[in-house]
């Protein structure tokens, strides 16, 4: 649907400001209907990759190709009949204060020539698509913020296009608007089969809609495929510290306090056990405690889930006997190695 | 004061009117496409065509630094050209127009350049051309600063307008400087001066009530 081939971008040099390599050796692919998020910190290349694809910027070298048409060679009238195809929302809206709901989602109509009574009736329909069909009349300084995203939405909608780009569409929105807003972009998704590229620095907009991943770091893409496959095993530090978001790397205070690095008779020893995928979470205590016969104690635990798949860590207390203890934090270690998951021994407990 | 007298002020006015009605209608024909390229053609923008804009905005400050009264002579022979004559109202029009272009090609680019970039990156991401941002965008975006600003290039010509009375240009300018000053008429004097702040308040009142029914950004319920 929308594929990158050798991308790489580089602003000039101007007005003594150095030139900056926003996008280097970009090659990957989006899937028909698919819902793919573009991930990275501000200043990763987000925002020039997403304008790359409807040709609002020019790439340095290489193409993109977008429903099997190369954008980037495209110049003029044939430029802006392909961009018809290709919807945008943005995160400050971007609405023309001075036109109503309805006039704002007619004015793509309008620029491609659409007869009034044609316009009309689409925007009728629109309207009602993206719940606000009593906004009709409304102007954007009278609309809340989810409102004028819906209107966005119904604008970037409004000629039909197979592809609709969403640049930081909820960074801008309290988290229960943004949470309507992305059920309202997934709906859209399911029901007219509109291939979504979303742009964002929010791990919770990544988790909660898409499918597909991009992970965008300095102008490069660190790691890109199947949400749940990449923040299962995500093998590059930003990917990390993203899905740390999610799930917390860090400890529950009054235990961090406790944890001290040498061992107490009748003590425990303390192990934290990264989860990550199918089979993982659910009766994996009962398992060790059983198969071990040790009388392990649950910490802390932090569990969420990532395209479908539970994604989390566990922290584990092991009770720690000053003769027999090393051997059971042995066997434990072993245990969960051997079933894989990744674990590792933070220290012990009083 | 008698009737004679009037009807002086009342021609006079019409006079006035009439100069800087029509200046106010050829400046805007040229001061609005002016200012909406000068807004729209540094480097990177819509029409960018930076040496242009550059020499353009030259001409525009050659043109606004000039003292009035100076253009006004100094043009005696293009007014001629285009009027036929250099002494009345209709040519009176033609400094008055050269001069309020350039200052309304200024006041429209502040209006335009008020508009946010990001509207124009929208419409461009739908497909709109560089001519359809320009009507659909930029200029309803900036409608409520537009009337404002030419709220102030028709108070300015008001000003202007009085000063072409010193070259035959006819009107209240003109009416108050003959029989007011040269004649010592003080009465005439002051109704003239009460006309045109008349004038002004109204001009004022009907661009500020325009400008405000247009602007949708700050409406309260």
């Keep these: 649907m929308v594929r990158f081939a050798g991308i790489s971008k580089t602003y000039p040099a101007y007005r003594g400001k150095p030139g900056v390599n926003a996008l280097q050796d970009i090659d990957f692919a989006i899937p028909r209907g698919s819902i793919t998020g573009v991930i990275g910190r501000s200043g990763a290349g987000k925002s020039s990759l997403v304008r790359l694809i409807n040709g609002l910027e020019k790439p340095t070298t290489g193409r993109v190709i977008v429903d099997g048409r190369d954008i980037s060679a495209l110049a003029g009238r044939e430029l ?4 018809r195809s290709i919807g945008m929302i943005f995160q400050h809206f971007n609405l023309l204060s001075s036109r109503t709901a309805a006039d704002n989602i007619a004015l793509p109509l309008e620029i491609a020539g659409w007869a009034k009574a044609d316009i009309k009736a689409r925007v009728t329909d629109l309207l009602a698509l993206v719940g606000i069909a009593d906004k009709h009349d409304r102007y954007p300084s009278e609309l809340s913020g989810g409102q004028k995203q819906r209107v966005g939405i119904a604008r970037a909608l409004a000629t039909r296009p197979s592809v609709l780009l969403s640049d930081e569409a909820t960074s801008a929105l309290d988290p229960q608007t943004t949470r309507a807003i992305l059920d309202l972009l997934a709906n859209i998704n399911r029901e007219l089969g509109v291939t979504i590229v979303l742009i964002t620095h929010e791990m919770s907009v ?30 590059h530090p930003i990917t990390q510290s993203f899905l740390a978001e999610v799930i917390g790397d860090s400890l529950p205070v009054s235990l961090a306090s406790r944890i001290v690095a040498e061992p107490s008779a009748g003590g425990q020893a303390v192990i934290r056990l990264q989860v990550r995928g199918a089979g993982a979470g659910d009766t994996l205590v009962a398992r060790l405690a ?14 969420d889930e990532i395209g479908g798949q539970p994604v989390g860590s566990l922290v584990l207390g092991i009770p720690f006997g000053m003769s027999s203890g090393e051997d059971a934090v042995t066997r434990t270690l072993a245990w969960l190695s051997q079933h894989q998951f990744p674990a590792e021994r933070l220290g012990y407990v009083a | 004061m008698s009737p004679e007298l009037i009807n002086l002020i009342i021609q006079a006015t019409f006079e006035s009117l009439y100069m800087v009605g029509i200046a106010a209608l ?13 807004a729209t053609s540094r480097k990177g923008e819509l029409f960018a065509a930076p040496f242009v804009n550059r020499v353009l905005g030259i001409v525009v400050n ?30 009176a029009i033609v400094p008055l127009t050269i001069a309020s272009a350039p200052f309304i090609a200024r006041l429209v680019e502040a209006a335009i350049r008020e508009v946010d970039g990001g509207l124009i990156e929208t419409a461009s991401s739908f497909g709109a051309s560089p001519l359809q941002i320009v009507f659909k965008v930029l200029i309803p975006e900036a409608l409520p600063g537009l009337l404002l600003a030419l709220t102030l290039a028709v108070v300015s010509l008001l000003g202007y307008s009085a000063m072409v009375g010193a070259v035959g240009g006819g009107g209240l300018g003109d009416l108050g400087i003959r029989y007011g000053y040269q004649r010592f008429m003080p009465e005439m004097m002051l109704a003239v001066v009460v006309v045109l ?22 409406r309260h319920h």
């Design chain 2, 26 to 38: 050829l400046g805007t024909a040229f001061g609005l496409p002016l200012g909406v390229f000068l």
């Design chain 1, 80 to 83: 802006r009949l392909a961009q």
């Design chain 2, 62 to 91: 050659a043109t606004r630094s000039t003292p009035f009264i100076i253009l006004v002579v100094a043009i005696i022979p293009f007014t001629r050209l285009i009027a036929g004559t250099s002494i009345g109202s209709s040519a």
């Design chain 1, 206 to 235: 990544v988790r909660q809609l898409a499918k597909e991943v991009v992970v965008l770091d300095a102008g490069h893409v660190v790691e890109s495929g199947d949400v749940a496959d990449i923040f299962t095993q995500p093998r």
């Design chain 1, 290 to 303: 059983r198969e071990l016969g040790l009388d392990v104690s649950l910490l802390s635990a932090r569990i």
């Design chain 2, 197 to 218: 702040i008349a004038l002004v308040q109204l001009v004022q009142s009907a661009g500020d009530y325009l400008a405000r029914r247009v602007n949708r950004r700050l």
